[in-house]
């Protein structure tokens, strides 16, 4: 098994920064990526950026890293929005091999609210 345990949620006026940091631990086979989404109030959850990719809505002003070592992704968000809140997801896909699927791995969430 997989935890992913995040932080760094909160409240901010728009135009702030907020960070987000998940540390994984558990079983994660040398094959894995990570990333992060988001569920907007009556919204689907959808990826906000991952190893290569950002959503259009964030690009620029979101910053995804990674520590391989520490098995831990940071989502540095700069320039926050109203539309940015909602609650943030690290996602984790792990496979033994690469003739396996993936299996993914959520984090609890974290609330991420922008005031206007």
């Known amino acids: 098994q997989v935890q992913l345990a995040e932080s760094g949620g909160g409240l901010v006026q728009a135009g702030g920064s907020l960070r987000l940091s998940c540390a994984a631990s558990?079983?994660?086979?040398?094959?894995?990526?990570m990333a992060w989404y988001r569920q907007a109030p009556g919204k689907q959850r959808e990826l906000v950026a991952g190893v290569t990719y950002y959503a259009d809505s964030v690009k620029g002003r979101f910053t995804i890293s990674r520590d391989n070592a520490k098995n831990t992704v940071i989502l540095q968000m700069n320039s926050l929005k109203p539309e940015d809140t909602g609650v943030y997801y690290c996602?984790?896909?792990?496979?033994?091999?690469?003739?396996?699927?993936?299996?993914?791995?959520w984090g609890q969430g974290t609330q991420v609210t922008v005031s206007s």
């Open positions: 558990g079983s994660i086979f040398v094959d894995n990526k």
């Open positions: 996602n984790l896909a792990t496979r033994r091999n690469s003739w396996r699927a993936y299996s993914d791995y």
